[in-house]
């Protein structure tokens, strides 16, 4: 019998997060750094989430390990949500997706927002200089 391996990304802004988790004791591991070391505390309770919301029995079948790369520290930690969620929902099945579901769907589903590229004329992507007809 093999161990159960699970690969699973996640993208959120320019940030990409590819994770690998398989059948252990509920480690999480983010670049290498374990997540109750993960600084800024806020990215840290962000991603915290998921364990809590699916519960510590589920959280505690599988170790984590995340690679982050791209955009800044709170869309590195949302794109990193959205993959330890969808690995907990393959170890825990159909009742743990559900009810991470329910709790917020953007944790599941990636965000498919992106910023709009500058245009000419203009000082941003929509702004535009003014004229004055005077």
Same mark, same amino acid.
Do not use: L, P, S
């Given at each position: 019998m093999s161990a159960k391996i699970v690969v699973v990304s996640g993208k959120r802004k320019t940030a990409v997060a590819r994770? %690998?988790?398989?059948?252990?004791?509920?480690? %999480?591991?983010?670049?290498? %750094?374990p997540l109750e070391l993960f600084q800024p505390a806020v990215a840290r309770l962000k991603i915290e989430e998921p364990i809590l919301v699916a519960g510590k029995d589920v959280a505690s079948k599988a170790?984590?390990?995340i690679k982050i790369e791209g955009g800044g520290i709170m869309s590195q930690a949302e794109a990193a949500r959205v993959v330890i969620s969808n690995a907990l929902a393959e170890f825990g099945g159909e009742q743990v997706r559900k009810m991470l579901m329910e709790y917020d769907r953007r944790m599941l589903v990636e965000d498919p927002r992106r910023t709009e590229p500058k245009k000419f004329g203009g000082h941003s992507a929509r702004r535009r200089k003014q004229k004055s007809y005077r």
């Open positions: 994770a %690998v988790a398989t059948e252990g004791n509920g480690k %999480v591991f983010i670049n290498d %750094v170790d984590i390990h």
